[in-house]
């Protein structure tokens, strides 16, 4: 089967993020109108959306898929060949249906698809494939997490809603309780056009609608944010960055210097007109009552311009012969205040030959409250600072994960986070190899292999890592940390002592029962069984003890041999080092 003729690879690989990241506004795009906009948005999520519904595990016979070790043999080709020289030696020459190379990649396509879409989906699959990231063997495990956060000293947090979660802030992509669910009655297209930068522009309305849900008004952060603050303390935390946009990683004490915001925050808001930048609490009453924001800039400067129209009306006023008012002395034709009242009562002069009217809407005295609504309606709308679809991410993101971060990180935490938002989940496959790569979520992720993850409330999870690596992570949140919790673990203990004491004077009792037994049963013996039985209890006991003394000698051989042989390995490890 001949392949259809497609563009380089290479362009289709650059796209690729692009076409099946659910934020593909992120990414550097060219300006384009907003019909071929949305029509670029509604592909990529169609796209997607295919893609994820084409993904599977299991084929049928009748789906002609390769066999697993063919599938182990073909990317271990692809790794080897890169994606043009492999599409070109697998489809073109060697004649491989493209359907069935799908299969390699767990991609079931349907019988319509025509050739060139086909085509295209091999090249994005294969692009993403190149760029998957494989495990590192000897970390596969608890105990080998708890070892890398004692040992590193550089290590990058990436988090998402997820770790926020317990202090009741809704995320984004949960079923039913996540804010993109609840948004689904609002009869869009897709809940995300409610973070959409064009859509916000045209009719801001739909997101002051729904704000109030994600607005950060809790004062507490989580037990996940006192343990990444924890990491600070440690000087073990290289960045932390986040995609949330409440702000807590301030409020539990992250430095400003380790912390990249990647979504912005509510932490500041600025006017979409004039760039006016304020505090974010001062939008939130707005928010909370669900009405647009206005720039109180913008409505100074419009008050402003108004009053100066007025004066420069009546300044450009003609006076006619009728009128008693005196000339200004400076001979700007300002006409006197005192006069006002007939002028006013006065007809409206006409306009001579010479002459032009300004063209900007007139004002009269009492249209004061005209004025203020058209002001109002002309001020630019008050945008939280917090990055919209279509919005490029801030610059200290890339300067500081490719000027710094990339080369210096030694271990990666990511916690909370679906890892579905671009570009901040290419950090995964822009790192090093090498780096060890941790997940920490109440959900998995397919799409993306880490070396270790430990699923369940990121809270609970690193409260675990803590204890077992030896470490104190103090929050009200933690059972550990509850005042009640306390003093019942107080009183466990007092218990737990009372017990044992109980227990010895026992067993000191049972001693002596089992002495005064003895020596009933001996009071009724003759001196022969009298002698008979001390003779035999003596040979219990050296018996006893030797047993002891061999145990103990054969335990010392054992721990000279483990010791010798942890020098032998030590120095073969000194050799190979030297040799390499």
């Not at 935390?237 to 807590?248: A, V």
Request: aromatic share 6%; net charge neutral; proline share 6%.
């Amino acid at each position: 089967m001949s392949a259809p003729q497609a563009p380089p690879t290479t362009a289709i690989i650059e796209d690729s993020e692009s076409e099946l990241s659910e934020l593909s506004g992120y990414d550097t795009v060219p300006e384009v109108d907003s019909d071929d906009e949305n029509e670029a948005w509604d592909s990529e999520s169609l796209l997607g959306d295919a893609l994820d519904e084409m993904k599977t595990e299991v084929f049928d016979e009748e789906d002609d898929a390769v066999t697993p070790e063919e599938r182990k043999q073909l990317k271990a080709l692809l790794k080897s060949m890169g994606e043009d020289d492999f599409i070109h030696a697998v489809v073109q020459k060697g004649g491989m249906p493209i359907r069935k190379l799908l299969t390699v990649f767990n991609i079931r396509a349907p019988s319509f698809m025509p050739d060139q879409t086909l085509y295209t989906i091999l090249q994005i699959v294969v692009g993403k494939e190149m760029i998957q990231r494989t495990r590192i063997p000897h970390v596969n495990s608890v105990e080998h997490v708890v070892d890398l956060l004692r040992k590193s000293k550089n290590i990058i947090v990436l988090t998402g809603a997820g770790i926020s979660t317990s202090l009741g802030i809704p995320d984004f992509r949960s079923k039913g309780s996540g804010l993109y669910s609840r948004l689904e009655s609002l009869g869009l297209n897709d809940p995300q056009e409610v973070f959409d930068i064009n859509i916000f522009n045209d009719d801001p309305t739909i997101f002051y609608s729904v704000a109030k849900d994600i607005l950060p008004e809790t004062k507490q952060f989580s037990p996940t944010h006192a343990f990444i603050a924890l990491l600070q303390s440690k000087n073990k935390l290289l960045t932390q960055y986040t995609q949330n946009i409440d702000n807590l990683e301030h409020l539990a004490g992250i430095l400003p210097e380790k912390l990249i915001q990647c979504h912005g925050s509510f932490a500041t808001a600025s006017c979409t007109k004039c760039g006016h930048k304020v505090p974010g609490e001062t939008i939130f009453p707005e928010i909370k009552r669900c009405q647009i924001a206005k720039c109180d800039n913008c409505l100074r400067l419009l008050a402003e311009s108004s009053a100066a129209g007025k004066k420069r009306k009546r300044s450009k006023k003609p006076t006619n012969s009728s009128n008693k008012s005196s000339p200004n002395p400076s001979g700007t034709g300002t006409p006197n205040p005192s006069t006002k009242p007939a002028v006013k009562s006065k007809p409206k002069p006409s306009k001579p030959a010479d002459m032009s009217w300004p063209k900007k809407k007139r004002f009269s005295e009492d249209s004061s409250a005209d004025e203020e609504e058209s002001n109002f309606r002309e001020a630019g709308v008050m945008k939280p600072d917090i990055t919209f679809f279509g919005e490029q991410l801030p610059d200290t993101f890339h300067k500081r994960l490719v000027g710094q971060d990339r080369m210096k990180a030694d271990l990666l935490v990511c916690i909370g986070t679906s890892l579905k938002v671009a570009p901040v989940s290419e950090i995964i496959g822009f790192l090093p190899e090498n780096v060890p790569q941790i997940y920490i979520s109440k959900t998995p992720v397919n799409h993306i292999e880490f070396d270790v993850e430990l699923l369940g409330p990121c809270d609970e999870v690193v409260a675990e890592l803590c204890r077992l690596a030896g470490w104190t992570l103090t929050h009200e949140m933690l059972p550990s940390s509850h005042p009640k919790v306390k003093e019942l673990k107080e009183e466990l203990r007092k218990e737990r002592e009372r017990r044992e004491k109980v227990e010895r004077r026992l067993v000191k009792v049972e001693g002596m029962c089992q002495a005064l037994r003895q020596e009933l049963e001996e009071a009724k013996m003759t001196p022969e069984e009298r002698r008979e039985r001390r003779r035999q209890r003596k040979r219990q006991e050296r018996q006893e003890r030797e047993r002891k003394e061999r145990e103990e000698r054969e335990e010392r051989e054992r721990k000279e041999k483990e010791k010798m042989k942890m020098k032998k390995m030590k120095k073969k490890a000194v050799a190979d080092t030297f040799f390499l």
